[in-house]
């Protein structure tokens, strides 16, 4: 990648009336380094296919098409799709789609549950729907390399202790970690916050989710990690008892039976302890 590549990019923003939209999230990553990170963080090989989301200016797909068997690029942005068909008119292994990635069905394009990876610049207003949508729904990737928040990936790959909805939602599903860090000078426009590179792997297919949740109904489960994080400052077992409309006796043997202090606190619990403990409410649940 030439050193003058944001005066490339700001060039080709004239010429085909782009301008970088905030609301978006559309920050281009001008740094040829944390480009290749992410590709070599991806692990692929000739024989992958891969989803990428948000290609914005293709900089990443130059590195993904070369890489891969097969790229998958969903743009939502309508002058970036109509820039990428041009740039990219002669490269056989790339299918470039003009849809929202939290619309988009994996299915549809011969993406079927775990035959694929995904690569993304994730604008850090979807992210939550994103992770839920592909970590969740019937056609999970291999694996999840991520340019995202730095803050929101740290919450991710949180500890007992530090723990959130969002890091139980992750770490039940598959195994988070961080790469690398990107300031945002790395970034143009300069975004507010610096981002990082995540991979998630070990992705659990549904069938591994619920043999991991060893008959408990994953509906049952989430309610009652939804609840014990309903108030950060109160002890699980009051938000629990109001929550889940149980006794808070019962709600204390509960904790005591699981092994856990009758004052802990939600961020204290990791994904195997909220297993242990809803093998224990689930009996009060409707």
Same mark, same amino acid.
């Given at each position: 990648?030439?050193?003058?590549? +944001? #005066?490339?990019?700001?060039?080709?923003?004239?010429?085909?009336?782009?301008?970088?939209?905030?609301?978006?999230?559309?920050?281009?990553?001008?740094?040829?380094?944390?480009?290749?990170?992410?590709?070599?963080?991806?692990?692929?090989?000739? @024989?992958?296919?891969?989803?990428?989301?948000?290609?914005?200016?293709?900089?990443?797909?130059?590195?993904?098409?070369?890489?891969?068997?097969?790229? !998958?690029?969903?743009?939502? #942005?309508?002058?970036?799709?109509?820039?990428?068909?041009?740039?990219?008119?002669? !490269?056989?292994?790339?299918?470039?789609?003009?849809?929202?990635? +939290?619309?988009?069905? /994996?299915? $549809?394009?011969?993406?079927?549950?775990?035959?694929?990876?995904?690569? /993304?610049?994730?604008?850090?207003?979807?992210? *939550?729907?994103?992770?839920?949508?592909?970590?969740?729904?019937?056609?999970?990737?291999?694996?999840?390399?991520?340019?995202?928040?730095?803050?929101?990936?740290?919450?991710?790959?949180?500890?007992?202790?530090?723990? *959130?909805?969002?890091?139980? $939602? !992750?770490?039940?599903?598959?195994?988070?970690?961080?790469?690398?860090?990107?300031?945002?000078?790395?970034?143009?426009?300069?975004? /507010?916050?610096? *981002?990082?590179?995540?991979?998630?792997?070990?992705?659990?297919?549904?069938?591994?989710?619920?043999?991991?949740?060893?008959?408990?109904?994953?509906?049952?489960?989430?309610?009652?990690?939804?609840?014990?994080?309903?108030?950060?400052?109160?002890?699980?077992?009051?938000?629990?008892? /109001?929550?889940?409309?149980?006794?808070?006796?019962? !709600?204390?043997?509960?904790?005591?039976?699981?092994?856990?202090?009758? @004052?802990?606190?939600?961020?204290?619990? *990791?994904? $195997?302890?909220?297993?242990?403990?809803?093998?224990?409410?689930?009996?009060?649940?409707?």
């Amino acid at each position: 990648m030439e050193p003058n590549i +944001l #005066d490339q990019i700001k060039q080709i923003c004239k010429i085909y009336g782009i301008r970088p939209s905030r609301e978006k999230g559309q920050n281009f990553l001008i740094n040829p380094e944390i480009i290749k990170k992410i590709a070599a963080a991806a692990g692929l090989s000739p @024989k992958d296919t891969v989803l990428e989301v948000g290609p914005g200016l293709g900089i990443l797909t130059e590195e993904l098409v070369k890489k891969t068997g097969r790229v !998958v690029s969903v743009e939502l #942005d309508r002058k970036l799709f109509d820039f990428l068909k041009v740039k990219f008119v002669n !490269v056989k292994n790339l299918e470039l789609i003009n849809e929202d990635a +939290l619309n988009f069905l /994996a299915i $549809s394009y011969k993406l079927k549950a775990k035959s694929y990876k995904i690569v /993304a610049n994730l604008p850090y207003n979807i992210t *939550s729907h994103f992770l839920k949508k592909f970590l969740t729904g019937p056609n999970k990737p291999e694996d999840m390399t991520l340019l995202l928040q730095k803050e929101v990936a740290q919450r991710i790959c949180a500890k007992p202790g530090e723990m *959130s909805r969002l890091s139980v $939602s !992750v770490q039940l599903y598959g195994r988070p970690r961080i790469i690398d860090y990107a300031d945002k000078n790395n970034f143009w426009p300069k975004p /507010a916050v610096d *981002s990082a590179v995540l991979k998630i792997s070990e992705i659990k297919s549904q069938a591994e989710v619920d043999n991991y949740l060893a008959g408990i109904n994953e509906k049952n489960f989430w309610r009652i990690v939804k609840i014990g994080f309903s108030a950060k400052r109160k002890q699980l077992g009051n938000n629990l008892a /109001a929550g889940l409309k149980i006794p808070a006796s019962e !709600v204390k043997k509960s904790l005591n039976q699981a092994n856990f202090d009758e @004052k802990i606190r939600a961020q204290n619990l *990791s994904v $195997s302890d909220w297993l242990a403990l809803a093998k224990k409410l689930v009996l009060y649940l409707d």
